[in-house]
Structure formats: C-alpha cells, structure tokens
C-alpha cells in the first residue's frame, strides 16, 4: 500500500527542496533562518507532489512544474507560522515553533517573507518554458487560495466564541483553510501544462476533496493521534476551543450536563490533563470519531473519482495512493 507514492516521494523530495532553499535565500541570516525553519524540520510535502504528479500526469516535465510546486510549499510553511503564532503553539514538526525560537516579530516577518517568495519562485515558471499567459493565471489563483485560507483562519477563530456551529459551517470553514491550497496546488499542477477549463474544474474537484479529507483527519489526529508521531500535543483543540468537526458533532448529541461540561473544557487555557482526556472521553462517547471517518472516506472517495477523468498514468497512481494516504497516516 502507498507503494507509488512513496517511490515518487523519495524521487521528487529533495528537488523541491533545493528549489525552495535556492528561491528563500538573503540576509539577514536570522530572518532567513527562521522562515527555512519549519521547511527544514521536514514535512510530507504533498502540496508540492500533488503538483508534479498532476503536471507529470498531463504530460508536462517535472523540471517545468518545479516552481509551481516550490511556490505552493511555500505558502504552506507561510500559513503554518502564522498560524502557530495565533494557535500560540509551542511544537511543530517536532521541534519548536517559530515564534517560540525567535519570537513573535520575526516570526511574523519570516512568515511575510515567504508570502513574497511564493510569488518570486511562481514567476521562475517562464524560464523554463511556461506561457506567460498560464503563469499570470497561476499566479491569480494562488493569490485567491491565499485570500481564501485567510477567510478560513478568521472563521476558525471566530468559531471559537461560538456554540452553535453546524456541520455545513464546518466545512465551508475547512475548504477555506485547508482545502483551498490543495485544490490550488492541484490546479497550478494543470496550469504547467494547460488551461483548458474542463481539465482544470477537474482537478479542482480532486483537490478541494482531498483537502477537506486531509482537514477531517486532521481533527481524528488531534483527538486520538500519538504525541510522539504527530509532532505537536494532543488535544491542543480542546484547549483552544477550536470547533473540530469532533467537537461539532458531540455538541450537537450530548445531553444538556454532558454538553455543558464539554464547554465548560473547551477553550479553557488552564486545563489539566485530566479535564482534557474527560472532554476527549466526552466527545468519543456520541460516535463523534465514527462519523468523522466515514464523512474523511466520503470526501477522499470524491477526490478518486475525479482523478478517473485524468490520463491513466503511473502518476496518476500516485495520486491514488495520495488519496489512501490521507484516510490511514498517522502524522
């Protein structure tokens, strides 16, 4: 199982890698530093694989569709930062955040900067050979993904304040903060090759799909995932109060006590352990996690189905594989 995605994985990697660390260069050496951080601490790079693998699918060489990838990777590491400083979270990828390393101001400016060179390593894409036309496209749509994950961050913090969050807002919220990069990266992926519309609303349906799945999976993670494996504290959701697809669910089912008791926990900063594994125990106990993986399989098995309209192609099967890998990680 993932047996292609692996093999491409370990094919592709390092060269994104390269093309980031040759695109984020310059002084000072410290703001540089912090914004390579987290790209340095590792990461599954799928945003950037989806990239190669759709423009490799379609026929495009992997050298063309390298800044295209690098960019999308790049926003990425840009949102983890901010995020992690909103989030106020201490571990990332296994090591200290950010702004936990070098505080607040560089970590915003470090996140900043990598905004820009998202956009410096998408305009690399005419040199070796992408139409201006496509690229000017490209970069609408990664600028729109931007503004969109932006949208999402606020609903999710917005969210926070609120106990009535229905499921159909939950996942207008994780499109927006999530899917949208992955719907982005699978489109520029297309745009290195082509800009016909048909191909192109394909892969933004596999794209925003498996985001949400990622998203889904995400939340069962921070519930239920292993610290060690995942890199960051679990149930750093309850603390945060943030509403998970988990937690939307659970409040929605548990009696009033229960439910009570359940926001009493949610987004209380100062919570024991043990306040936090009765909140987890609180929202197990409605079949939240049951639901949450049937309606990650639902979405993820949207996300195959439009990869069925692409060439049929070894590439294309490590998008398959991507999908699988989405519903079984552990990280």
């Keep these: 199982m993932l047996e292609k995605f692996n ?19 310059g002084e000072p050496e410290t703001l540089y530093d912090a914004a390579l951080h987290l790209i340095r601490a590792g990461g599954k790079r799928l945003r950037p694989i989806i990239v190669l693998a759709v423009a490799e699918t379609l026929g495009a060489d992997l050298e063309k569709a390298l800044p295209f990838a690098a960019a999308v990777e790049i926003v990425h590491n840009f949102t983890l930062i901010h995020d992690d400083i909103i989030d106020e979270d201490e571990m990332r990828r296994g090591v200290p955040t950010v702004h936990k390393l070098w505080g607040q101001a560089i970590a915003i400016t470090a996140g900043d900067l990598l905004y820009a060179k998202a956009f410096t390593a998408l305009s690399k894409a005419v040199e070796v050979g992408v139409s201006v036309d496509r690229v000017v496209k490209a970069m609408e749509y990664l600028a729109r993904a931007c503004s969109t994950i932006a949208e999402g961050q ?90 998970t697809v988990l937690v939307v669910y659970a409040l929605q089912r548990l009696d009033q006590e229960k439910r009570e008791r359940l926001l009493s926990i949610l987004g209380k900063k100062s919570a024991s352990r043990e306040e936090l594994e009765e909140a987890a125990n609180l929202i197990i106990s409605t079949g939240a996690l049951d639901f949450a993986y049937r309606l990650a399989r639902e979405y993820a098995e949207k996300a195959r189905a439009a990869l069925y309209r692409l060439p049929d192609k070894e590439t294309r099967r490590v998008l398959e594989d991507l999908v699988d890998y989405v519903l079984v990680r552990d990280r």
Excluded: C, H, W
């Design 154 to 243: 606020a609903m999710d913090i917005l969210f926070e304040d609120r106990e009535d969050v229905s499921l159909d807002e939950y996942l207008v919220m994780v499109y927006k903060k999530t899917g949208a990069l992955f719907e982005a990266s699978a489109v520029l992926g297309g745009l290195v090759v082509t800009d016909d519309e048909p191909i192109l609303k394909t892969l933004e349906a596999f794209g925003r799909n498996l985001g949400i799945a990622f998203q889904i999976k995400d939340d069962i993670l921070g519930l239920v995932g292993k610290e060690e494996v995942i890199g960051k504290p679990v149930y750093s959701d309850i603390r945060e109060g943030k509403k």
């Design 7 to 25: 093999e491409y994985a370990k094919r592709v990697v390092d060269k994104i890698d390269a093309y980031i660390y040759n695109v984020v260069r």
